[in-house]
């Protein structure tokens, strides 16, 4: 696996203390080589900076709306193209998303996905799934 596909809202939108975790845990997957996008059906504008931010300030490579691109998950075209901007194809990337359908359809367009309930049990699958040690 060489991307890792993230939702932003009820995934990386938790209390600060969990968001620290996330970039702590997003910063040592990115150390292992592994590229990052944030993927979310947020329509974009001023209310989508604490999105943005992410990608302004470093945490992940990209930040892709769906209001920008015009393509909603679970659209198997955003799956295509978060890989893409990653210069990845879907096959190796993963999706974290708290929608199971989201999750289903990324499935079927050949990537791993990862349903998203604890940042906990998830930061399990991704340490696993990228051969990454540590706390987080």
């Not at 009820?10 to 600060?16: F, H, N, R, W, Y």
């Not at 590229?35 to 947020?42: K, M, P, R, V």
């Not at 929608?99 to 340490?127: K, P, W």
Request: hydrophobic share 40%.
């Amino acid at each position: 696996m060489r991307g890792l596909i993230l939702d932003y809202a009820g995934v990386l939108d938790g209390a600060e203390d969990e968001q620290r975790r996330w970039r702590e845990l997003i910063a040592a997957v990115r150390d292992n080589g592994v590229a990052t996008a944030i993927y979310s059906n947020d329509p974009g504008g001023p209310k989508a900076q604490p999105i943005k931010r992410w990608a302004d300030n470093g945490w992940v490579d990209k930040v892709l709306l769906s209001g920008e691109t015009g393509i909603d998950k679970p659209e198997p075209e955003a799956f295509s193209l978060a890989a893409e901007t990653l210069d990845l194809r879907p096959e190796d990337c993963v999706l974290v998303d708290d929608s199971i359908v989201n999750v289903r359809a990324a499935v079927e367009h050949g990537l791993i996905g990862v349903m998203y309930q604890t940042f906990d049990r998830t930061s399990v699958e991704i340490t696993s799934l990228f051969d990454i040690e540590g706390e987080f």
